[in-house]
C-alpha cells in the first residue's frame, strides 16, 4: 500500500492553504507532520483522507487517482485533537461502532474491542457513557474507535493533546507498535519537535504551507535542508546569529572568532547565518573552545529541572535552556556561552551550507 501526492496544492477564496507537494507514504510507515499552528498540517491530512479536494495535482492509493473518490469510500481512518463520540453509546459500542458498520463477526468484534480497550486502559470504562468520563478518557475512546478499523490509512490530527503526561508518554511509546502490528500508514500532525523525535519513524516539516523536508526523522533533526527547517524542528526555535568568514576564521557578534575546521575550513569567504538549538547556550564554560557572548536577560522561566533563559544579543531575541533552577536578575547582563561544535551554517538565502559537527558525529 502507498499513498502519493503528486504536485498537490489548495486554494482557498484566492489564499493558498497548501503549495504544490509531492510525498509518497509506504505501508507500515509512522509519518510525522511537524509545524506550528496554521502551518497547513491539518489542510495536508484532510487531503489525504478526501474530505477536501485539491485545487491542483493528484491523490493515489494504491497506484489508483483517488482524488474525487469521497472519505467515505476509503479505507480512512481520523482521530482529532477535539474527540467525537457517541454520547448515548457505551464505551463499548464507541469502539465496536465502526465494525458493526462493516460487518465483522461478534466473536472478532468483541476481541477486538476487548484487546484495543485494554490498550488505551479503557477496560473498566466499557459500560460507561462517553459523558461520565473524563477528557483524557473520552479522547482514549475516540483513539481506540479509530484504532479497531484496520484501515489502510490512520490519520492522527494532535490526538494527544489533551491527555496527562503521563499517558501521553506512554501512548507515544505504544502507537509505533501499533502501526508496526497493523501494516497501516499513520500519519500524525503535532507541533512538538520532542514528540516527532520520540514517535520515529519520518518526518515532513511544514511551514506556511509549505513541506520544507521530509525524510526519517533524526536525519531530519540532524540535518535540516535550509533554517526554517531548523527553526521548526526546535523548541524553543532554533536561535540565529550573522556570520562571516575570512580565511581561516568565522567571525561571529561580539568580536568572537574561531578556527574553521571540518567541511567549514573550504566555505568560501563570505556572510552567513550562524544557527544554534537552545540548550546548546550554556551560562558556565564547559569547553575549553567555547565562544563568549554578552547578552541582556529578559524573562525567566522555571520547569521543575530546567530554566528557559530568554536573551537580548544586541535587539536579537535568544532562548537558552540549561540543566538546574538558577536564580538570575532580569534586566542584568548574562555571559552565555557556546560551543562551534553546535553551531549549524546556513547561507544568506537560508540554505544550509553546513551541519553542526555533533550531528555529523550522530
Not at 487517482?65 to 454520547?87: E, H, L, S, W
Not at 478518557?137 to 483513539?143: D, E, G, K, P, S
Not at 544579543?313 to 560551543?339: F, K, N, P, S, Y
Amino acid at each position: 500500500m502507498t499513498l502519493e501526492l503528486r504536485g498537490v496544492s489548495k486554494q482557498v477564496e484566492g489564499q493558498t492553504h497548501i503549495h504544490p507537494t509531492d510525498l509518497v507514504l509506504e505501508n507500515g510507515t509512522m509519518n510525522v507532520l511537524l509545524g506550528p499552528t496554521s502551518s497547513g498540517k491539518t489542510s495536508l491530512m484532510r487531503l489525504m483522507a478526501g474530505l477536501d479536494v485539491p485545487t491542483r495535482g493528484q491523490v493515489l492509493w494504491q497506484g489508483e487517482d483517488v482524488t474525487g473518490q469521497r472519505v467515505q469510500d476509503r479505507k480512512v481512518a481520523m482521530v482529532y485533537q477535539q474527540f467525537i463520540n457517541y454520547p448515548s453509546m457505551s464505551v463499548y459500542d464507541n469502539i465496536a461502532s465502526p465494525m458493526k458498520l462493516m460487518g465483522v463477526d461478534r466473536a472478532e468484534l468483541d476481541r477486538r474491542v476487548r484487546e484495543t480497550a485494554d490498550l488505551m486502559q479503557l477496560t473498566p470504562m466499557l459500560e460507561r457513557k462517553p459523558l461520565e468520563l473524563s477528557g483524557g478518557q473520552q479522547q482514549r475512546c475516540a483513539l481506540a474507535r479509530a484504532l479497531v478499523k484496520n484501515a489502510g490509512l490512520v490519520l492522527l490530527d494532535e490526538p494527544l493533546a489533551n491527555l496527562d503526561y503521563k499517558l501521553r508518554e506512554e501512548l507515544r511509546a505504544e502507537i509505533p507498535k501499533i502501526f508496526e502490528a497493523s501494516g497501516a500508514i499513520f500519519v500524525y500532525a503535532t507541533t512538538e519537535p520532542e514528540e516527532a523525535l520520540l514517535l520515529g519513524g519520518q518526518t515532513a516539516t511544514l511551514w506556511e504551507g509549505r513541506v520544507t523536508q521530509f525524510g526519517q526523522t533524526p536525519d531530519v533533526y540532524r540535518r535540516p535542508v535550509d533554517a526554517t527547517t531548523a527553526r521548526v524542528f526546535s523548541d524553543p526555535p532554533m536561535n540565529f546569529l550573522r556570520i562571516s568568514k575570512t580565511g581561516a576564521k568565522i567571525m561571529f557578534g561580539d568580536g568572537q572568532s574561531t578556527g574553521a575546521t571540518g567541511a567549514l575550513v573550504d566555505l568560501p569567504d563570505g556572510r552567513y547565518t550562524a544557527g544554534f538549538r537552545p540548550n546548546h547556550l550554556e551560562i558556565a564554560q564547559h569547553s575549553p573552545d567555547a565562544m563568549a557572548f554578552d547578552t541582556t536577560l529578559t524573562v525567566t522561566e522555571l520547569t521543575g529541572s530546567e530554566t528557559f533563559v530568554h536573551l537580548d544579543h544586541h535587539g536579537e531575541r535568544w532562548v537558552g535552556l540549561v540543566h538546574g533552577l538558577h536564580d538570575l536578575t532580569i534586566g542584568a547582563g548574562l555571559t552565555v556561552w557556546l560551543d562551534p561544535r553546535h553551531v549549524y551554517i546556513f547561507a544568506e538565502n537560508g540554505s544550509l551550507v553546513a551541519p553542526a559537527a555533533y550531528a555529523l558525529a550522530a
